[in-house]
């Protein structure tokens, strides 16, 4: 279902609290690493800006654990949106997030300014939901607005609870990612491909059953592999295995071979001795694993197998690495990958978390259709799961004007 968005609503002069995600990574003295996720949220406040609004800015940032803990303050991420901006934009901050100074500056505020609260999990009530805390931050504005992709998939104060008193829409980055993930999930070009990898068995398990009634092919790659491998009958030497998962995998490659869903496994890897980039390695095909190695990558046949699937689908999602690809030895086969897909003419959809850094790492994002700016929510999207922050957004069809 689409939902409303900011160009669907009377902004002009309006109080408007938007949920963004500026959970930006920072090193020991408190400065912005990396600004992505600032810069991602750019769109919609310069918008807003543009269009006469009174803008109220709120995230989370890192785990104070409902506490002041200044080592979270949002002081830097205010500085930085001032200088992209080119204007300042007010902060208060306040241990409570919202209190009397912050309340009197939010009513003070005129057309076009931009002010960013306090890190709102200073409150103990965010993670929680809480009634009282949404209510608060609720009273600061008239309409509320999510931009943070990446807290969609938690119902927290600022993400959810404050949707009850306020009418509220999703900003262009929300749009972006529902647009993507959802045209590719539910009307893609033939033929759809899943390409999934990563070390957790369990986190994708629900992403294969959902998907498998959509895609036409499922690439398994990374540490996720070899539990599918040895629930085929393989040896696999030392490689990770998450034992209680082997009888799902198996019913799982049974579903797919029933539903005439392709289901490809590598067939060779980059193997090792020791989890260490200098470790001594070697190549083994899938059936000739020895006991004491242990497989940290795909081998050069599975890539180019996996790139003959690629260049024929029309679309590709993506998500987790198909190696260890933090240690250079045994980031090829992850490399080969982006490679094919930056290549290919396929609708591709990097879902976020280590694929997403991976193709950023490699400098290959510039070439991909579209890169989801949330790992767990892009997966929990994948899964078919309505997430808490975009559901209580207004639906298109269903409400003619704003509230
Ligand atoms: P996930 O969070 O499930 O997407 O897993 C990502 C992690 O999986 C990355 O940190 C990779 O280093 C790790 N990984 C990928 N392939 C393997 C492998 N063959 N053995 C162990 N870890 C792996």
């Known amino acids: 279902m689409m939902k409303k968005t900011v160009k669907d609503i009377d902004i002009k002069n309006r109080k408007v609290i938007v949920r963004c995600d500026f959970n930006v990574p920072q090193d020991k003295n408190g400065s912005i690493t990396d600004d992505i996720r600032i810069r991602s949220s750019l769109p919609t406040i310069r ?7 009174k803008v109220i800015l709120m995230s989370h940032l890192g785990r ?16 930085r ?18 209190n009397g100074k912050v309340i009197k500056a939010a009513e003070e505020l005129t057309s076009g300014d931009v002010m960013l609260l306090e890190n709102v999990r200073f409150r103990r009530e965010e993670t929680k939901n809480g009634a009282n805390f949404s209510k608060e931050l609720a009273a600061l504005a008239e309409i509320f607005v999510n931009d943070a992709f990446g807290t969609a998939h938690r119902a927290h104060s600022s993400t959810a609870g404050i949707a009850e008193y306020l009418p509220a829409v999703s900003g262009f980055l929300i749009e972006n990612e529902v647009k993507f993930l959802g045209n590719a999930v ?14 957790k068995v369990g986190d994708k398990i629900p992403v294969i059953e959902n998907l498998m009634n959509k895609v036409d092919t499922f690439m398994i790659g990374g540490g996720m592999a070899y539990t599918f491998l040895k629930a085929k009958g393989y040896e696999i030497g030392k490689s990770i295995l998450d034992k209680e998962k082997v009888g799902l995998a198996g019913e799982l490659m049974k579903k797919a071979e029933e539903k005439g869903v392709k289901l490809l496994l590598p067939v060779d890897i980059i193997a090792a001795k020791e989890f260490s980039n200098d470790s001594e390695r070697a190549e083994f095909d ?6 004491e190695w242990m497989g940290l990558d795909i081998g050069p046949k599975t890539a180019g197998l996996f790139r003959e699937e690629i260049m024929k689908s029309g679309t ?12 250079p030895n045994y980031a090829k086969g992850t490399i080969k990958i982006a490679e094919a897909l930056a290549d290919s003419n396929a609708v591709t959809i990097i879902g976020g978390g280590d694929s997403a850094a ?3 790492q490699f400098g290959m994002a510039g070439k991909m259709t579209h890169i989801s700016t949330g790992g767990g929510a892009s997966l929990e999207y994948l899964e078919g799961r309505e997430l ?5 957004l207004q639906d298109k069809e269903s409400c003619g004007g704003d509230k």
Not at 64 to 79: H, Q, W
């Open 358 to 360: 991976a193709v950023e």
């Open 286 to 291: 899938c059936g000739s694993i020895p006991q």
């Open 316 to 327: 590709v999602i993506w998500n987790g690495p198909m190696g260890v690809f933090e240690m």
């Open 186 to 199: 539910e009307s893609p070009e033939r033929p759809f491909m899943a390409i999934l990898g990563g070390a």
């Open 47 to 53: 918008y807003l800006i543009d269009h006469g609004a």
């Open 64 to 79: 104070p654990e409902g506490e002041a803990d200044m080592k979270y303050t949002l002081k830097p991420v205010a500085d």
């Open 388 to 392: 808490p922050g975009i559901a209580v």
């Open 81 to 98: 949106l001032s200088e992209l901006l080119g204007k300042s934009v007010l902060f208060i901050s306040a241990p409570e997030v919202v």
